[in-house]
């Protein structure tokens, strides 16, 4: 089934390790992360970087996603309770591919929760390097706060 929207949720911690989540089908929510983890350890280069981000939107809606647990994937992953403890020392950056604009990456600001910082969001078109993801994902990163 082809999809009009996928987003993956990127989680930095203050050593810039990384933690993707993908979102899929949820009944409950319509979209939702999925119990499905990716971790990158600080340093990689600008390869693993980019193959670390291509993997992660390519299990976006591999899998429904679990309504039932009252806990977020990355609380069940840092094994957290409370997602503003789990994300206490974190920033968060979108990965989203839309069909019509393909790919951007949306910084976010920590307020209650994450909010999206959409003039500083970044396009990318549909068809992205390696080198391009890489930088414009360093640059996300360091937008957000």
């Not at 609380?75 to 591919?97: C, D, M, N, P």
């Not at 078109?125 to 080198?131: N, Q």
Request: glycine share 6%.
């Amino acid at each position: 089934m082809e999809h009009a929207f996928k987003n993956v949720d990127v989680y930095v911690d203050n050593s810039e390790n990384l933690i993707a989540i993908p979102h899929g089908h949820s009944k409950k929510y319509s979209m939702a992360g999925l119990d499905i983890i990716l971790t990158l350890s600080s340093p990689y280069d600008d390869e693993q970087l980019a193959i670390f981000l291509e993997d992660a939107m390519s299990k976006c809606f591999c899998q429904e996603a679990d309504d039932n647990s009252g806990l977020s994937s990355l609380e069940k992953h840092l094994q957290i309770k409370g997602y503003s403890k789990a994300t206490k020392s974190r920033r968060l950056v979108g990965f989203e591919w839309f069909a019509d604009q393909g790919y951007v990456l949306m910084p976010t600001q920590k307020k209650r929760g994450f909010v999206h910082m959409e003039g500083k969001k970044i396009n990318l078109g549909h068809e992205v390097s390696k080198e391009t993801l890489a930088a414009a994902f360093r640059e996300a990163m360091a937008i957000s706060i």
